[in-house]
């Protein structure tokens, strides 16, 4: 009986997983839709009331809903008129105090992890982390920079560590170059080794050259 249970939640534990991830993003979406219809409310007459509480009744409108704003707001954004609009948006933004420290830091994280020109997690690497002789998966952001950089007279690049098995949480570091073990696996193959805790382990490829934001000299592999 215990191994058909276990082989039974095996079966569906994946599945179930992936099911309550979607509820829980699609009512995120409901959720950021209903705060859009309720400001709607505040600006609108009170004939188009009668609308807004239909549209709140219908299911799944709000992913729709959300993803047409980004789109639209995505295509407005990519041409002239629309970055100056962005501009001057920021620089409202950056006016306000304790604002402006919230939404700058987290400006620059999604400008460097979802930018198309970014380099965060680009390359997978291993590195001995906690201790010497103990080893872990991490990931390359780049290097460091700013008063960090004048500290580091080696050459340095900036990882990050994932925990296991939620890899949205972890450990910034900075390490030297010569310390850092360059894998052939890509990003994706690296997270599933990562919240498999080392159970689907990827194939066995040749190390790409680690890149940085500079140009740096290849990785010496170890043995």
């Given at each position: 009986m215990k191994k058909y249970l276990i082989a039974g939640l095996l079966v569906w534990m994946p599945l179930a997983i992936t099911i309550w991830l979607l509820a829980w993003l699609l009512g995120v979406l409901d959720g950021m839709f209903a705060w859009l219809l309720s400001a709607a409310q505040a600006v609108l007459p009170t004939s188009a009331f009668a609308f807004i509480e239909l549209l709140r009744r219908v299911p799944g409108l709000g992913l729709l809903g959300v993803t047409a704003l980004l789109i639209i707001t995505g295509a407005l954004v990519t041409n002239i008129f629309g970055q100056w609009v962005l501009k001057q948006w920021d620089r409202v933004i950056n006016r306000i105090p304790i604002v402006k420290s919230i939404y700058s830091s987290v400006k620059q994280v999604s400008d460097t992890l979802f930018s198309s020109s970014g380099n965060a997690f680009r390359?997978?690497?291993?590195?001995?982390?906690?201790?010497?002789?103990?080893?872990?998966?991490?990931f390359v952001t780049g290097k460091p920079g700013g008063e960090?950089?004048?500290?580091?007279?080696?050459?340095?690049?900036?990882?990050?560590?994932p925990t296991?098995?939620?890899?949205t949480s972890g450990f910034f570091l900075m390490m030297k170059r010569t310390d850092v073990v360059e894998l052939g696996m890509s990003v994706d193959e690296a997270l599933k080794y990562v919240i498999s805790m080392g159970v689907v382990a990827p194939p066995t490829r040749t190390p790409q050259p680690l890149t940085s934001p500079t140009t740096q000299p290849p990785l010496p592999l170890r043995n």
């Open positions: 390359e997978a690497v291993l590195v001995q982390y906690p201790r010497q002789g103990s080893w872990t998966i991490a960090v950089a004048l500290h580091l007279a080696d050459d340095f690049v900036s990882v990050y560590v296991t098995p939620n890899p």
